[in-house]
């Protein structure tokens, strides 16, 4: 059965640190394009960073030079590392999977709370 489970996120303050870590099952890690999202209630809900089955990642411009997305095949596991964190980035972050590497995500976790104090 897939599956997607986040974890990592937590209390932090602002211009720290954090990784999150999405473990997926065999059979969606080996072909998907991944990615991880957030959303703040009464918010959108934003992509904020993607992976390519080939490795290639690109970044909201929000966050862009300041989190780095990657992928660890022999894991099954996709990571978010974030840095220099703002309050504008607390969030409930979600991983998601994209198995036709099209741009639609069918499966995703159940989220990680980050929460940013200034």
């Known amino acids: 059965q897939v599956q997607l489970v986040e974890s990592g996120g937590g209390l932090v303050q602002a211009g720290g640190s954090l990784r999150l870590s999405c473990a997926a099952s065999?059979?969606?890690?080996?072909?998907?394009?991944m990615g991880w999202f957030r959303q703040a209630p009464g918010k959108q809900r934003e992509l904020v960073a993607r992976i390519t089955r080939g490795g290639y990642t690109s970044y909201a411009d929000s966050v862009k030079g300041r989190f780095t997305i990657s992928r660890d095949g022999a894991r099954n596991t996709v990571y978010l590392q974030m840095n220099s964190l703002k309050p504008e980035d607390t969030a409930v972050y979600y991983c998601?999977?994209?198995?036709?590497?099209?741009?639609?995500?069918?499966?995703w976790g159940q989220g990680t709370q980050v929460t940013v104090s200034s």
């Open positions: 065999q059979s969606i890690a080996s072909g998907s394009a």
């Open positions: 998601g999977a994209d198995p036709n590497n099209s741009g639609l995500f069918r499966y």
